[in-house]
T-cell receptor
Framework: DAKTTQPTSMDCAEGRAANLPCNHS???????VYWYRQIHSQGPQYIIH???NNETNEMASLIITEDRKSSTLILPHATLRDTAVYYC???????????FGQGTRLTINP | NAGVMQNPRHLVRRRGQEARLRCSPM?????VYWYRQLPEEGLKFMVY????????ESGMPKERFSAEFPKEGPSILRIQQVVRGDSAAYFC???????????FGSGTRLTVV
């Protein structure tokens, strides 16, 4: 699976959109981009995944660049409860094993 | 619809004892995954099971650790002769079709004293 690179930490004001970047320049054509988050001491929570089209669900939007070398997770109206570590993972279609890196520690400030 | 249930939430064992961690997947889910998170470290895959079968145990330590997912009942992660280095949070996840967008439980925090 392709390596992903994320900033170590980010801050965002409550109520604003939080945009979390992820670089995956070596991603192959059959690798999906998955996003999970882990709120302190809790189990990881699946957020969203995509292959090449932009995706949106009730939690977030995922924007993947046309060349697929990077993506951005967007939390449209961040709340304090969105404070967490966010993980971007590249995963071959059909693979089961998630490889968690260090992620981005997102802090939402009041 | 209950989520992935793990118990106990907290488990304290003395060195040399056995630890049994239980995971009940979501209803209708037949794929179970175990991950471990050591203090101040990231999550590491341990094992992937389907009913009565171990599919991928590439992340399991070679000794003292075993996992099962019987036809009936929860999945069990068993650690024999625990050592202090086994102290960690152990998370279980499940999915219905073996896809990676799976649901995690709240974890079992194992402390070895």
């Amino acid at each position: 699976d392709a390596k992903t690179t994320q900033p170590t930490s980010m801050d965002c004001a409550e109520g604003r959109a939080a945009n979390l970047p992820c670089n995956h320049s070596t991603i192959s054509g059959n690798e999906y981009v998955y996003w999970y988050r882990q709120i302190h001491s809790q189990g990881p929570q699946y957020i969203i995944h995509g292959l090449k089209n932009n995706e949106t669900n009730e939690m977030a939007s995922l924007i993947i660049t046309e060349d697929r070398k990077s993506s951005t997770l967007i939390l449209p109206h961040a709340t304090l409860r969105d404070t967490a570590v966010y993980y971007c993972i590249a995963l071959i279609q059909g693979a089961q094993k998630l490889v968690f890196g260090q992620g981005t520690r997102l802090t939402i400030n009041p | 619809n209950a989520g992935v249930m793990q118990n106990p939430r907290h488990l304290v064992r003395r060195r040399g004892q056995e630890a049994r961690l239980r995971c009940s997947p979501m209803k209708g889910h037949s794929h179970v995954y175990w991950y471990r998170q050591l203090p101040e470290e990231g999550l590491k895959f341990m094992v992937y099971l389907q009913k009565e079968n171990i599919i991928d145990e590439s992340g399991m330590p070679k000794e003292r650790f075993s996992a099962e997912f019987p036809k009936e009942g929860p999945s069990i992660l068993r650690i024999q002769q625990v050592v202090r280095g086994d102290s960690a949070a152990y998370f279980c996840a499940s999915s219905p079709y073996g896809e990676a967008g799976y649901t995690f439980g709240s974890g079992t925090r194992l402390t070895v004293v």
